[in-house]
């Protein structure tokens, strides 16, 4: 006898509560195809959505996470090396939200996904459009 099916997504989303800001309009617009809504966007949006997440990535953290370091510098239980990475980690990411050095020097690799749900349309080959933002960002940022 075959085992049952059962489908399991490798990477799946949870909730989301990621506050975002609006990059661009160009490039993406929303198309009607009989009675459904897709979103189109081109490999030029999508190349600059990428460019400037790999910014973003290298000079901020977001506020939870700095909020969690702050609180190892209070919390009575931590070690004194606990609060001496918590601080360094703060003095970097201090120095990094400046935008010019980033907060990690890296090895110029970076790995990426990219998911698009049913009712999104793209003019190119995503994966093409992802290296150039990537690239863009490498070549051009730091």
Same mark, same amino acid.
């Given at each position: 006898?075959?085992? +049952?099916?059962?489908?399991?997504? $490798? ?5 989301? =509560? +990621?506050?975002?800001?609006?990059? /661009? *309009?160009?490039g993406? /617009?929303?198309? *009607?195809?009989? &009675?459904k ?9 999508l =190349?600059?959505? =990428?460019?400037? #997440? !790999? ?7 977001? +506020? ?6 702050? %609180?190892?510098?209070? &919390? ?16 970097? #990411?201090? !120095?990094?939200?400046?935008? !010019? ?5 890296? +090895?110029? =690799?970076?790995? !990426?996904?990219? *998911?698009?749900?049913? @009712?999104? $349309?793209?003019?190119? %080959? &995503?994966?093409?459009?992802? /290296?150039?933002?990537? @690239?863009?960002? @490498?070549? %051009?940022?730091?």
């Amino acid at each position: 006898m075959s085992p +049952t099916f059962s489908y399991s997504d $490798l990477l799946p989303l949870g909730p989301d =509560t +990621t506050q975002y800001r609006l990059i /661009s *309009k160009e490039g993406v /617009s929303v198309v *009607k195809l009989g &009675d459904k809504e897709f979103l189109q966007v081109s490999a030029e949006a999508l =190349t600059l959505l =990428t460019e400037t #997440a !790999i910014h973003d990535i290298s000079h901020y953290l977001r +506020t939870e996470h700095l909020e969690q370091l702050a %609180k190892i510098l209070k &919390d009575p239980e931590a070690s004194a090396n606990d609060r001496f990475v918590a601080l360094d980690l703060l003095k970097n #990411a201090n !120095i990094a939200a400046g935008g !010019i050095l980033p907060m990690c020097q890296d +090895t110029g =690799t970076a790995l !990426i996904m990219g *998911k698009k749900g049913q @009712y999104v $349309l793209t003019s190119s %080959k &995503d994966e093409v459009a992802l /290296s150039q933002g990537v @690239y863009d960002a @490498y070549t %051009k940022l730091n």
